[in-house]
């Protein structure tokens, strides 16, 4: 393990098995995350962002095998007892789901569920734990808190169940933040807001891994972005590199498409997961590819650049 790494994912594999196929969400994927940063997992619906970042915290069904590492600071996350995984999980990692409606007990005041990570994770006596979350809610725009720690979840809209899921992920100041979809359903005037809060949460040395399709928040909260595309990373660079010079072609296609950029979709869809696929998964959308794209399989260099495609690697044109 490297000193600045935080964690490190080598050769995860995740697979679903269904009547006559194994589905492999996640394919022999490594990537280290580095203490401190603020890493987004970008990649269209069904690239196996998810299931990333649930494998992290063990939070797959037990129908998925796994198989790889995930150390986190000294140890495998995957060999973990269930006992140790409950301190890690919302203490030392916490886990934004995608749907913060599905991340509240409907039947709970706001106040109790803040407070219950302070109070599990901490010796905070519940009476402490609940001033606590009060100040937390205040922190992150929900006023006057007071009235809305004594509120369910049914009182809250979209957009303030995720500040107040944010609130609660972050109420033991976890080293590790993994948020999945943070923006989704969120408008244009509250997002200003969530920007911010991710960007405060990187102030206080939390290390975050943002799952998100909303390119224009990755540029305005992430250090790197990887690339995901049919269960692999296809490309990890800064987030400047990113927008400025994307590498992989399918990266190009997905800077190409944002609006700024004149909107121009990727032709074509991703092959089903379920698929074998033989030589590289982008080859049917490809402008660039060629015969040795459907037969070699491109290998992720680690290296100064991260890019998954041969006809990249092997360029005799300027890229
Ligand atoms: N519990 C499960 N059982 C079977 N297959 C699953 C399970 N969870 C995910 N999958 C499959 O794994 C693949 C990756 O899913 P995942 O949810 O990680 O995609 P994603 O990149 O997060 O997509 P989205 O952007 O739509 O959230 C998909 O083909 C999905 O159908
Ligand atoms: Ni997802």
Redesign the pocket.
């Known amino acids: 393990m490297k000193m600045n790494n935080i964690i490190e994912i080598s050769d995860l594999t995740v697979s679903?098995k269904?009547e006559g196929y194994l589905?492999t969400?996640v394919d022999n994927l490594s990537l280290s995350v580095i203490h401190g940063e603020t890493l987004a997992i970008i990649?269209?619906?069904?690239?196996?962002?998810?299931?990333?970042g649930l494998a992290i915290l063990r939070l797959?069904?037990d129908?998925?095998a796994i198989s790889g590492s995930i150390i986190f600071q000294t140890q495998d996350i995957l060999t973990l007892s269930e006992g140790m995984m409950e301190k890690i999980r919302g203490g030392k990692i916490a886990w934004i789901p995608?749907n913060p409606k599905l991340g509240f007990n409907p039947s709970m005041k706001i106040w109790k569920q803040v407070s219950e990570p302070i109070v599990l994770h901490t010796d905070s006596s519940w009476s402490e734990a609940k001033k606590q979350a009060i100040r937390l809610l205040r922190q992150y725009s929900i006023v006057p808190p007071e009235k809305w720690a004594e509120e369910y979840p049914v009182a809250y809209s979209g957009g303030m169940l995720q500040r107040a899921m944010l609130a609660m992920g972050t109420s033991t100041i976890p080293s590790v933040l993994i948020a999945?979809?943070p923006t989704k359903g969120i408008d244009a005037i509250n997002k200003k807001d969530v920007i911010e809060m991710f960007n405060t949460q990187k102030e206080r040395g939390i290390t975050q891994i943002i799952?998100t399709?909303d390119l224009d928040f990755a540029s305005e909260v992430a250090d790197r972005i990887a690339v995901?595309y049919c269960?692999q990373i296809v490309e990890l660079t800064s987030v400047e590199r990113f927008f400025t010079t994307p590498l992989h072609p399918y990266s190009v296609g997905l800077v190409n498409s944002l609006p700024q950029r004149g909107l121009s979709p990727i032709p074509g869809t991703s092959p089903a997961?379920h698929e074998k696929q033989a030589g590289c998964r982008f080859k049917s959308r490809c402008s660039l590819c060629s015969r040795v794209c459907s037969e070699e399989i491109p290998l992720f260099p680690v290296g100064y650049d991260n890019v998954r495609c041969i006809q990249y690697h092997n360029r005799n044109w300027a890229w």
């Open positions: 679903f269904g589905l969400a990649g269209e619906s069904g690239s196996g962002k998810s299931v990333l797959l069904p129908t998925a995608q999945d979809e799952i399709h995901m269960g997961m």
